[in-house]
């Protein structure tokens, strides 16, 4: 499939309800879900992604964090520095599964194994942010600018990393094609007030670019 990636809702495990929270989400205006949680079994990962494919519209793609075998139950996976690379990937899932790639240097973009393999890009993090503390130096938005021009439109690029609803239109007009957040779903009051807030806001200033 081809995933829609303007408002990438990551899921954090803690969150109290979090399939409600999801489904309220896409309600909302998130076009595609990752399943990431950092403890789960290969199994508890596959039942979830399994669930929310059910729960989900069809448009919506449900990618898998990390784990090769439970992306099996989902449309994609999403893999990083520490993790299979997008080949290794690729060649266990097929042509037909979403996957998508962290970056943390600009020079990842030279090699093109790797880039043929993937479906989209993600800038990673772009502001550092107390829900991956562990994670590498943020681009910033010049960093942004400078994997999109990389880039140069090969893969659509997905931003991440301490985005929420004031700074997600200036990763978009730094030359990203959507936003991925995690607290800024997850951690809101009303989650799908605050998808339809962002999506608006991505909407907007992809409208402009
Ligand atoms: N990868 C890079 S930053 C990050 C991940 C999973 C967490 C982003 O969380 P938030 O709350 O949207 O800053
Ligand atoms: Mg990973």
Known sequence: MTADLRLYL????????LDDVVAAAVAGGVTCVQVRDKH???QALADRAGALRT???PGVAVIVDDDVEAARSADGLHVGADDVAPSVARAALGPGAVIGWSINHLDQLGDDTQLAACDYV????????????????PFGLPGVRAVADRLAGRLPLVAIGGIDRDRAADVIRAGAGGVAVVSAICAAP???AAAEHLRRVVDAALGET
């Open 190 to 192: 009303d989650p799908r």
């Open 10 to 17: 990551v899921t954090d495990p803690g969150t109290d309800g």
């Open 40 to 42: 789960a079994t290969t």
């Open 122 to 137: 993600a800038v990673s993090p772009v502001w550092a942010t107390a829900t991956k503390p562990d994670a590498s130096a």
């Open 55 to 57: 729960l989900l519209p």
